[in-house]
């Protein structure tokens, strides 16, 4: 293999074979040449890529994409149907919690039964063993059997071992997702340490991690490799994808009454829905405000436009339109509507080409991952009628930058709101 690749995989396949119950496998086993007793899955196809000595390659993916597959496959803990895998140097990786350890033996036993396997002896691993306690911090845990340890606990063992066995390249598949914050940042401090003389290779759902300490992304769907290039520019296909936002709208006119070139995508059919469909929310994007340019990421220091579609199917009077933004585990962090704004609306009118348009002004947030959900009703803040709300119609994600102004403080309350026909 060329000396300046550290991994090199080619035309990469796993198939597995699927039975319907067990019975078919003894069938299989007696009647070695007869009928076919399973079906094929395929959790990888001809999957191609090469990293190179020093790079940082993140690994994107929904869940049952393949991913951790690909990774068991490189590490050799799994075998691939067809392909070849070259590895040019030692690799160290978190593959699973206690993936590699005794659950009978206790934290110290393991260290030295994992340095053996990575071919370390006794003494070489008595040389390690206070970095790899003073990383780990979990005390007197230390000498306790591992399955007494709590998620939390295998992750930090499993890092510092993993880290302090001189490994050439460092696979990280989602291990370090049940750590707590602290511990998270010291893990990327250690692999931001790494990236200088290593090979690094990450598998998270933190986009934000992906495009902070990767050099080069790809993405990897159900088996088959969508994409390779810079984090970003695979962040934000990745999460086109995942929004279903990626398909522009440009028929001459749909069903909903959206005109040729309308940029704002209509609302996804398998969304949830509630409200009495009086008035029918049929389209939502998220634009930068200065630029117009539609956006599936956002920086942090980012203002950002909400724009609303919404078609009347009956003459509604006060009509009140708003949304709510909320965090990952559904925490409400604000809301706001036309009402509260104070900026009353026309009436609404039951006309096949009365198609209205509403936009929501606002400052952006702090790293992470959002729901937008839009609503539209009528009558007043305290006594209206629900006639339309979608819940989490926009999931978007704030990426993390590298510098931060001092004063980019977020005003939850300065939010404008405008309307046009």
């Given at each position: 293999m060329t000396s300046n690749y550290a991994l090199k995989v080619e035309n990469i396949s796993k198939i597995y074979k699927i039975y319907d119950k067990p019975s078919d496998r003894l069938k299989e086993a007696l009647i070695p040449f007869g009928k076919k007793f399973y079906t094929d899955f395929h959790a990888l196809n001809g999957i191609s890529f090469k990293v190179s000595k020093g790079e940082s390659l993140g690994i994107l993916g929904k869940n049952g994409s393949g991913k951790s597959t690909l990774l068991k496959i490189i590490t050799g803990v799994l075998t691939q149907t067809t392909g070849t895998i070259q590895v040019n140097g030692r690799i160290s990786a978190l593959l699973e919690l206690g993936a590699g350890f005794n659950p009978e033996y206790t934290g110290i036993e393991n260290i030295y039964l994992n340095g053996t396997i990575m071919g370390f002896s006794k003494e070489a691993m008595d040389a390690k063993i206070k970095d790899i306690l003073d990383f780990?911090?979990?005390?007197?845990f230390i000498y306790q059997p591992?399955?007494?340890?709590?998620?939390?606990?295998?992750a930090r063992l499993a890092f510092a071992v993993a880290i302090n066995v001189d490994p050439d390249i460092l696979i990280v598949d989602e291990a370090l997702s049940v750590g707590d914050m602290r511990f998270q940042q010291k893990c990327y401090r250690k692999i931001e340490e790494f990236k200088d003389t290593k090979t690094v290779i990450m598998v998270t759902h933190d986009i934000s991690a992906i495009t902070k300490y990767c050099d080069r992304a790809i993405w990897i769907n159900e088996g088959n490799l969508m994409g390779d290039g810079s984090p970003i520019e695979i962040a934000k296909k990745y999460q086109a994808f995942m929004i279903d936002s990626a398909i522009s709208k440009n028929d001459s006119k749909s069903s909903l009454g959206f005109e040729k070139d309308d940029n704002i995508d209509a609302i996804n059919p398998s969304l949830d829905v509630m409200g009495d469909r009086s008035v029918e929310i049929v389209g939502i994007s998220m634009f930068d405000e200065l630029s117009s340019t539609k956006l599936d990421l956002v920086a942090p220091d980012q203002r950002i436009k909400i724009s609303i579609k919404v078609k009347s199917n009956q003459n509604i009077t006060d009509p009140i339109v708003g949304l709510s933004v909320k965090d990952r585990l559904g925490t409400t962090l604000f809301q706001t509507n036309s009402f509260v704004l104070n900026q009353?609306?026309?009436?609404?009118?039951?006309?096949?080409m009365a198609i209205y348009s509403f936009s929501f002004y606002f400052p952006s947030l702090n790293h992470g991952m959002y729901t937008i959900s839009p609503a539209i009703a009528s009558g007043t803040q305290g006594n209206h009628t629900q006639h339309c709300w979608i819940h989490d119609a926009i999931v978007f994600h704030v990426i993390q930058k590298q510098i931060f102004e001092l004063e980019g403080c977020l005003v939850m309350n300065n939010i404008d709101f405008s309307r046009n026909l």
């Open positions: 780990a911090d979990i005390g007197d591992v399955k007494m340890y709590s998620s939390g606990m295998f009353p609306m026309d009436d609404l009118h039951d006309n096949e």
